[in-house]
């Protein structure tokens, strides 16, 4: 008979087994912690959390970064004297002091922010108060190293880092969902982009204009390389002093063009096939529509050949060229072209076209030369890409692309061939002799428009002057557009202001110093070109 | 037997005690020095980040430019040969003591630079409207 286990024998089992399962049960973890979840992440973030991704330009140069700052608090029930310590905050931070007495003597808020995205010297000058009750709340602040030469294009985010306009406003959805830090990469250029805004900024200054802006884009893939517009302001800053202004009058204003238009009304003619380049047109004096005379803007020979009307600016040619397609053929080849309707981009900032409820046949004629019908200088530049790229639509975009983008054929490639032989006669022999530049074959057409003021009425002696110019003109690959609000003739030019004297030499001095870094070939013959020894 | 096993246990569950403070605290040592080093990490990289900015800054074309014109130089007009096809061909290539050319170029200032800068050209323009308003049109 076997023996039966005592009490004692009966504890020590159970004992055991207690034990044998607590280390099956401490074994099982240790297998779980090691081998289950060893491989796995630590569970904290090794990398740095940022709101908004990098904003690069295409070559991969910064234009806005979040930096670290911080945001100071404040509770003040630990304050001793509240007052003193209100004074002593407000002079190292440069908050507003009756604010923080305000929200210091208001008991129903624990904490008071005293102030944001605090700088680290201003965060050491607030840890030597040595008051208690502060807290630093790690944060962000938007910096832009380039500072005022993109503002009006970058835009700006609000103090909770929310894009307000520009691309920071457009792009938002895209510098959000980067992943791992990865930059939102533009079409921007930052060296096309600081010369077209030094240039313009110089001739801003020299003809005192109003304002001033410009753009150049890529006619085949769309991408804007630069785009600039005075007055600016400093978006580091946040604050606008001045004159500083965060409006984009490239994309957000409308204007009435001028006699850069008329590449539009040349462009339907030869879609219509309704005059040839030779032919002889009367000038005269005036030109009676009704009640109504279209005059030239200065002294024009009685008769003009059809390519002379485009490079000497004829009003009257122009209007009796665009008469024979009439008001209705007319209203749907810029309607072909979008230009009466806004384009639409990344940025957020767009406007409609504004043009005449009632096109008549007045309106007809002074549509074709650029009066009576106002749209934006991008809504103008996009629509004149299609005349020199061949004929295609092509919309402007603000993000780096390779692809060749042009879309459906607006116009005939043939249209698009004769279009810019006769942008290149304009710079040879006409109106735009100075946006000339030696070895780039540059094509271009002036405008210089009457400034609309108040009740309807044009602005005496005020002019908007712009110039749109293609180069390679032969095959062009960029265009430069700059428009100039109201600039003042000076002692160089004669006391003239027009665009030939204002606009194209900028639009020159742009593509004489963007050509080259652009690759674009100089078919200046070798033997013009002075060689440095190697 | 029984004693010798129950001895054997209770050895091995304070070892086990021991060994598993020594590994909770080598652990909590280590996830202290995991959240330095991840701190240490995260402050390298936002002073890198500031940096980079910071080079962006001074680095600028603008601050170029204003750093060239102090030291006195001018902007040069540049240009690029355009094609193969004008470059000389090998057995016409001067190799005598003729000097040889760069590819890149300066091109003299007065035959490269727009026209526009002349003021003796502008006088050749024609401008395509005079400041004075054109009559007649005030309402459009």
């Known amino acids: 008979m076997a023996d039966v286990p005592g009490v004692f024998q009966r504890r020590i089992v159970i004992g055991a087994v207690f034990c044998v399962a607590a280390f099956a049960l401490v074994g099982l973890r240790l297998v779980d912690v090691s081998l289950m979840r060893g491989n796995g992440r630590s569970g904290f973030e090794d990398h740095v959390v940022t709101a908004r991704a990098d904003l690069v330009d295409r070559n991969g140069e910064l234009l806005a970064r979040d930096l670290p700052v911080k945001d100071l608090y404040a509770r003040p029930h630990v304050f001793w004297n509240k007052d003193e310590a209100a004074h002593d905050l407000a002079a190292a931070t440069g908050a507003e002091e009756g604010r923080l007495r305000v929200g210091f003597a208001n008991a129903k808020h624990p904490y008071v922010l005293i102030a944001r995205q605090v700088t680290p010297a201003i965060e050491s000058r607030v840890m030597h108060l040595g008051l208690p009750g502060l807290e630093f709340e790690p944060s962000v602040k938007r910096y832009y190293p380039d500072g005022r030469n993109i503002a009006q294009l970058l835009g700006v985010t609000d103090p909770d880092n929310n894009g307000v306009s520009g691309l920071e406003m457009g792009l938002q959805d895209r510098i959000r969902a980067a992943d791992d830090g990865a930059p939102v990469t533009t079409s921007i250029d930052m060296r096309v982009q600081y010369i077209l805004a030094h240039e313009i900024a110089a001739q801003r200054q020299t003809f005192g204009a109003h304002a001033a802006g410009g753009l150049v884009m890529d006619v085949r893939t769309g991408e804007v390389l630069a785009m600039a517009s005075l007055p600016d302001f400093d978006p580091n800053g946040r604050s606008l002093t001045g004159e500083d202004t965060t409006r984009n009058i490239m994309a957000q204003d409308v204007y009435e063009l001028g006699s850069v238009f008329k590449i539009f009304s040349f462009a339907l003619a030869f879609e219509d096939h309704t005059m040839h380049l030779d032919e002889i047109f009367q000038i005269g004096q005036g030109y009676k529509i009704g009640k109504y005379t279209i005059h030239e803007a200065e002294h024009m020979p009685a008769t003009l050949a059809a390519r002379d009307i485009l490079a000497q600016s004829s009003n009257i040619g122009t209007a009796q060229i665009a008469l024979r397609s009439g008001g209705v053929r007319q209203k749907q080849f810029l309607t072909h072209m979008g230009l009466l309707t806004p384009v639409q981009t990344e940025l957020p900032e767009h406007r409609q076209s504004l043009y005449p409820a009632n096109w008549g046949t007045i309106e007809t004629a002074t549509i074709a030369f650029g009066q009576g019908i106002s749209v934006s200088p991008l809504r103008f530049a996009a629509s004149a890409a299609t005349i020199v790229n061949g004929g295609r639509q092509i919309t402007p975009t603000f993000v780096k692309t390779d692809a060749d983008r042009r879309g459906a054929q607006l116009i005939k490639p043939e249209t698009s061939q004769q279009m810019r032989d006769l942008l290149r006669y304009v710079v040879t022999d006409g109106t735009g002799k100075n946006a000339n530049v030696e070895g780039y074959d540059v094509g271009g057409k002036t405008g210089s428009a009457q400034v609309p003021g108040e009740h309807g009425r044009y602005i005496p002696h005020a002019l908007r002057t712009s110039f749109f110019a293609a180069f390679p003109i032969e095959n062009p690959r960029y265009i430069v557009f700059v428009l100039m609000d109201q600039p003042h003739g000076i002692k160089a030019t004669g006391g003239f202001a027009l665009a030939g004297y204002t606009a194209a030499p900028l639009a020159g001095r742009v593509i004489s110093r963007i050509a080259p870094l652009l690759g674009v070939p100089n078919t200046t013959p070798p033997a013009q070109l002075t060689g440095g020894n190697s | ?140």
């Open chain 2, 1 to 140: 037997m029984i004693r010798v096993l129950n001895f054997f246990c209770v050895a091995l569950m304070g070892l086990s005690i021991l060994a598993l403070y020594h590994v909770s605290e080598h652990t909590r040592v280590t996830q202290m020095e995991l959240t330095r080093v991840n701190r240490d990490i995260r402050e390298t990289r936002n002073s890198i980040g500031v940096l980079q900015t910071e080079w962006a800054h001074v680095a600028g074309p603008a601050r170029i430019q204003e750093l060239a014109q102090s030291h006195g130089m001018t902007d040069t007009v540049s240009a690029q040969l355009s094609s193969f096809d004008l470059l000389p061909r090998r057995g016409d290539a001067p190799l005598n003591n003729s000097p040889l050319r760069n590819a890149s170029a300066q091109v003299p200032q007065s035959s490269a630079a727009p026209s526009s800068m002349a003021p003796s050209s502008m006088a050749m323009v024609r401008p395509t409207l005079s400041p004075q308003p054109i009559s007649d049109r005030s309402g459009f």
